[in-house]
């Protein structure tokens, strides 16, 4: 099997989407060092645990999820920030799960949709996570407008998966397709 150079454009491309995920991971480390810092956790909760676990607490607050008992000891706006940084980083997650290893099949196929997915999902996914740190947060259009692309990048990558299964299924994909497929040679 050999592959044209346009498989590499689409490894770059699902690379530097999953690296976006990294980034955003980073922020909601950030958001839990400002939420459950050192100070917070000695003076607020480091008592309580201790007697009722007989244990020190864990760093940046966990096992608290920006819900738990932890939580509770801050404001409305502290509880905000942080459960936007964690559905955020969730979010992403879920998405990624499915999006990313299909992105790697599909381009063995169809190379140039893919690449196009999965920048359509990249951008999305920024415009997605800059519109819900605004004022408006769940409403700001920025926000929908990448929802809408991440949306759509990850339904159209899905559904051309099973086009692709059941062309390959059938046996009729070499015969329509390779032309624009990846491999430039089949052993």
Partial sequence: LKLKPVYGAVTLSTTLCVAQYFIYTQLEKDQRKVTFGEFFMKTQVQDEHRRETGDDCAEKGYPDDGNGRYMLKHSYAEWYFMNVTRRLTQN????????????????????????????????????????????????????????????????????????????????????????????????
């Fill in 92 to 187: 992403n997650l879920d998405n990624l799960c499915v999006f990313a290893p299909l992105s790697l099949l599909n381009g063995l196929f169809l190379p140039y949709p893919t690449v196009f997915l999965v920048a359509s999902y990249t951008i999305g996914r920024s415009y997605y996570n800059q519109g819900y740190f605004e004022k408006e947060g769940v409403a700001n259009k920025l926000r929908m407008v990448g929802a809408v692309a991440c949306h759509l990048s990850t339904q159209f990558t899905i559904l051309l998966t099973i086009t692709l299964g059941l062309l390959l299924s059938r046996g009729t994909y070499m015969r329509s397709l390779q032309r624009f497929s990846a491999f430039t040679k089949v052993m």
